[in-house]
């Protein structure tokens, strides 16, 4: 077998993710002091940028953490012990709001809408009645465990109408698909770097409402580091600041990262992400195998398909990467070996997308599955095709 040191490799899951080339040349240049101006006005063309992304005109708290960091922040700033919360989960990360929530003394009303499934506000709306005087709710906008994408909006109202604040975990959603923070009244939404935004890991950002700063405030303590009051204030200073040092190599390269976002336009981005996914769809329906979860034309954060029962379905991902170099996402948990994932959140295009489907094809022949090589490859070249899509990645 071919050394796979010596295999050019391609990474398709669904973060990390790859970094554009001027986004790592950015970050390899010298280090800047985080008190000097280069650095300050670096910092602060991030902050004015990043709110575009989050539909929002709150401020956009940085922390250096992963994107996890951001809602252990959300839990460590609304939480109070003994407050009865609710969780809307239907995958693994949403089972993280739990487990936050029990690690900051909640007492938890947990609600399952099962791996792959959206959310029903309805179901939201009875959890919220048999659990009078819940403040908070916790849900997921993108579950990359299934790539389930909820309706935000809709699962806002309930928690409104409840006088309950509503937590949203947008780490693989953030610019892949629409957030629109201030429109669909979400109150706090919290995100990473190593997504969409197309950096590396290590960046952490909470978008916070002024009623759920408010809610902070009143609490203070049980926290330190991610203290949002702590760094909105900092962040809010002329010139801005960070409370501790930032992560200076990292803000280098999303700096650049923004820039790319605002010269190709968000709504650009949000269409590209939706043609990558609406070609793996139609790949997966050419060589007859099922999506996961519901039929949802806005779940293009990536694509999960449903692995043929007769081959060892955990065997696919390990293939591809060590065979073919291209680095796909198994399943999570109860998923593990059932479903393949292909991500189309960050810097991919077209090619990207044709070239995880190619290896997707070749690894289940390999294991015995029959298929009719190139059948999912051309469905999604018809599909670009068709959009207009020039030979170039990823726009």
Same mark, same amino acid.
């Given at each position: 077998m071919t050394d796979p040191a010596f295999i050019k490799q391609y990474l398709m899951a669904a973060g990390p993710t790859p970094v554009p080339p001027e986004v790592s040349q950015a970050m390899a240049e010298p280090v800047l002091y985080h008190r000097a101006p280069a650095f300050i006005e670096l910092y602060t063309r991030c902050l004015k940028r990043l709110p575009t992304v989050f539909g929002t005109d709150n401020d956009i708290l940085c922390f250096a953490s992963s994107g996890t960091g951001a809602m252990e922040s959300a839990a460590a700033n609304l939480i109070r012990p003994g407050d009865r919360v609710v969780v809307a989960s239907c995958g693994k990360f949403g089972e993280r709001w739990q487990e936050l929530g029990d690690a900051y003394g909640a007492e938890v009303a947990f609600h399952d809408a099962c791996w792959g499934q959206n959310v029903d506000p309805a179901d939201l709306e009875r959890v919220l009645a048999e659990n009078d005087g819940a403040e908070l709710v916790f849900a997921t906008l993108s579950e990359s465990s299934t790539g389930v994408v909820n309706d935000a909006g809709a699962l806002a109202e309930v928690a409104h109408a409840h006088g309950a604040l509503i937590v949203l975990d947008a780490v693989s959603a953030l610019g892949a698909v629409p957030v629109r923070q201030?429109?669909?009244?979400?109150?706090?939404?919290?995100?990473?770097?190593?997504?969409?935004?197309?950096?590396?890991?290590?960046?952490?950002? !909470?978008? &916070?409402? +002024?009623? *759920? $700063?408010?809610?902070?405030?009143?609490? #203070?303590?049980?926290?330190?580091y991610f203290d949002w009051n702590k760094a909105a204030a900092g962040q809010r200073k002329d010139p801005p600041d960070s409370p501790f040092t930032p992560a200076v190599t990292l803000f280098m390269g999303l700096d650049v990262a923004l820039g790319q976002i605002e010269r190709e336009g968000l709504e650009a981005v949000f269409a590209r992400h939706a043609?990558?996914?609406?070609? !793996?769809? &139609?790949? +997966?329906? *050419? $060589?007859?195998?099922?999506?996961?979860? #519901?039929?949802?034309?806005?779940?293009?954060?990536?694509?999960?398909?449903?692995?043929?029962?007769?081959?060892?379905?955990?065997?696919?991902?390990?293939?591809?990467?060590?065979?073919?170099?291209?680095?796909?996402?198994?399943?999570?948990?109860?998923?593990?070996?059932k479903i393949v994932r292909i991500a189309h959140c960050g810097y991919y295009g077209a090619f990207d997308t044709l070239v995880a489907l190619a290896g997707l094809e070749m690894a289940l022949r390999e294991l015995g599955h029959e298929v009719e090589l190139g059948a999912g490859v051309g469905a999604a070249q018809r599909v670009f095709l068709e959009a207009g899509v020039p030979a170039g990645s990823p726009a």
């Amino acid at each position: 077998m071919t050394d796979p040191a010596f295999i050019k490799q391609y990474l398709m899951a669904a973060g990390p993710t790859p970094v554009p080339p001027e986004v790592s040349q950015a970050m390899a240049e010298p280090v800047l002091y985080h008190r000097a101006p280069a650095f300050i006005e670096l910092y602060t063309r991030c902050l004015k940028r990043l709110p575009t992304v989050f539909g929002t005109d709150n401020d956009i708290l940085c922390f250096a953490s992963s994107g996890t960091g951001a809602m252990e922040s959300a839990a460590a700033n609304l939480i109070r012990p003994g407050d009865r919360v609710v969780v809307a989960s239907c995958g693994k990360f949403g089972e993280r709001w739990q487990e936050l929530g029990d690690a900051y003394g909640a007492e938890v009303a947990f609600h399952d809408a099962c791996w792959g499934q959206n959310v029903d506000p309805a179901d939201l709306e009875r959890v919220l009645a048999e659990n009078d005087g819940a403040e908070l709710v916790f849900a997921t906008l993108s579950e990359s465990s299934t790539g389930v994408v909820n309706d935000a909006g809709a699962l806002a109202e309930v928690a409104h109408a409840h006088g309950a604040l509503i937590v949203l975990d947008a780490v693989s959603a953030l610019g892949a698909v629409p957030v629109r923070q201030d429109e669909l009244a979400l109150d706090v939404v919290v995100a990473g770097s190593q997504k969409a935004l197309m950096c590396p890991p290590g960046l952490a950002f !909470a978008s &916070a409402s +002024a009623p *759920a $700063l408010a809610r902070a405030a009143e609490s #203070p303590g049980r926290r330190y580091y991610f203290d949002w009051n702590k760094a909105a204030a900092g962040q809010r200073k002329d010139p801005p600041d960070s409370p501790f040092t930032p992560a200076v190599t990292l803000f280098m390269g999303l700096d650049v990262a923004l820039g790319q976002i605002e010269r190709e336009g968000l709504e650009a981005v949000f269409a590209r992400h939706a043609l990558n996914a609406l070609a !793996a769809r &139609a790949a +997966a329906a *050419a $060589l007859e195998l099922e999506r996961f979860g #519901p039929d949802d034309d806005r779940a293009n954060v990536l694509t999960a398909i449903r692995l043929p029962e007769a081959i060892d379905g955990a065997k696919v991902p390990k293939l591809m990467r060590e065979r073919f170099g291209i680095t796909v996402a198994g399943g999570q948990g109860q998923l593990k070996g059932k479903i393949v994932r292909i991500a189309h959140c960050g810097y991919y295009g077209a090619f990207d997308t044709l070239v995880a489907l190619a290896g997707l094809e070749m690894a289940l022949r390999e294991l015995g599955h029959e298929v009719e090589l190139g059948a999912g490859v051309g469905a999604a070249q018809r599909v670009f095709l068709e959009a207009g899509v020039p030979a170039g990645s990823p726009a």
